[in-house]
């Protein structure tokens, strides 16, 4: 497996566009089209919010049924959530104009919306957004770019990984893009996501794929405590790679997940290090737990953890918050088994030994929590299990952004 130029366009077949229709952001583009030139089966995971939007449910009933996807239409700016039929609405318009202009049936176009909850979307822009694309579908690697930046609220940076590989001697490429900078917690967190692969392979094993990748990448990130009612991730593959059809968990399905997991975890990070307001990486990676779940549980009680979060913007090596949030997260484990430890490319440092703090450097400390991505890894020698968790530090700009985030 090799990291290759683009995102979302970077396997055969796939095609994106971009414009601005002016759905709320006024000079700068808003909306994005993703268009593969064939039919792929879809898998997708979705908010676990019980108050789900409208274009989530559209794309759910889509994805969960025996129908292609061929298109994908994300605007930024309005969420299309809590908005009643008048949303249903919406999207059934903006697909019956995807069919209008590429001849693609409107209950095979998933719809995407991200922004502000509440707020019903001009559905006659949406339609223009959509014509205005239409004739701009390309292939080539700006086209994805953009698409990325399209989808854009308040992050900071586009996102967006691309990868070839092998199966078979036949390279095969999967390309995505993703945005998400708040409203970021599992389980989903709060994304949206799209990836594309050319990759031939059954639907049920697509899904199962996507949704044990998932659990490990994009279900492991938090910058906020705030589970969307918008996470969406939809994986299509449209098979022009042209490789033996994967119809079982043999070697082939075996590196598709792998370069699935590279992907998605590539994602999930830069949305963690992209959090509303955030100057660095936070990750915490537990190792030797008693479980899988045990280790999920530990690592995400610490990047989620307010006061761990701030103490990570003000490189405050105080182990005893992390430790706190651990034994409140619901795991069970022996504080006199536990190792804790600060890492960084600036170095390592050792603050807690197996119920005993230890005396360390506090100059050394701090150059270690300097640097722009931090980790807190803890051994709690009581198993074999691991698993890490992103997020980002909490700053005052996160309140900020916050505060006014529909003006």
Not at 160 to 187: C, Q, R, T, W, Y
Not at 317 to 336: H, I, K
Not at 343 to 351: D, H, M, P
Request: net charge negative; with cysteine; hydrophobic share 40%.
């Amino acid at each position: 497996m090799k990291v290759i130029d683009g995102g979302i366009t970077a396997a055969q077949g796939f095609e994106a566009a971009s414009t601005a229709a002016g759905i709320k952001y006024q000079g700068r583009t808003d909306m994005a089209m993703v268009y593969s030139k064939v039919p792929c089966v879809s898998a997708g995971t979705f908010t676990t919010n019980v108050v789900k939007a409208a274009c989530v449910q559209w794309d759910m009933k889509i994805v969960k049924s025996d129908k292609p996807v061929q298109a994908v239409v994300i605007n930024s700016g309005i969420a299309n959530a809590c908005t009643g039929q008048e949303g249903f609405n919406a999207c059934e318009a903006t697909a019956r104009g995807v069919q209008e202009v590429l001849g693609v049936p409107y209950d095979t176009v998933a719809v995407a919306s991200t922004g502000v909850i509440g707020m019903q979307l001009p559905v006659d822009k949406l339609v223009a957004g959509v014509k205005a694309m239409a004739p701009k579908l390309d292939g080539s690697v700006n086209a994805g770019t953009e698409a990325s930046k399209a989808i854009m609220t308040t992050d900071t940076v586009n996102k967006e990984i691309a990868v070839s590989f092998e199966i078979d001697g036949v390279e095969v490429k999967l390309g995505g893009m993703s945005k998400g900078s708040g409203m970021i917690h599992p389980n989903m967190c709060t994304m949206l996501a799209f990836l594309g692969t050319d990759l031939d392979i059954e639907k049920e094993l697509l899904q199962e794929a996507v949704s044990d990748v998932v659990a490990d990448s994009f279900n492991m990130i938090t910058v906020d405590g705030d589970t969307s009612t918008n996470d969406t991730l939809i994986c299509m593959a449209n098979g022009l790679a042209g490789n033996k059809k994967i119809t079982s968990k043999d070697e082939s399905y075996e590196a598709f997940k792998e370069a699935l997991s590279y992907v998605c975890t590539s994602l999930a990070k830069t949305m963690a290090a992209d959090g509303e307001g955030a100057s660095k990486l936070f990750e915490a990676t537990i190792v030797n737990a008693k479980s899988k779940e045990d280790a999920k549980t530990l690592a995400r009680a610490i990047v989620g953890s307010n006061l761990s979060k701030a103490a990570i913007f003000g490189c405050d090596a105080n182990f005893g918050r992390f430790l706190c949030a651990m034994g409140y997260s619901g795991a069970d484990f022996d504080q006199n088994d536990v190792e804790l430890f600060f890492k960084s490319a600036n170095g390592e440092l050792k603050v807690f030994d197996k119920g005993t703090p230890i005396v360390f450097d506090e100059e050394e400390a701090l150059k270690i929590m300097k640097a722009d991505a931090v980790t807190v890894f803890v051994d709690m020698h009581e198993g074999e299990a691991e698993a890490t968790a992103w997020g980002c530090d909490l700053t005052y700009d996160y309140v900020k952004i916050n505060a006014d985030y529909r003006s």
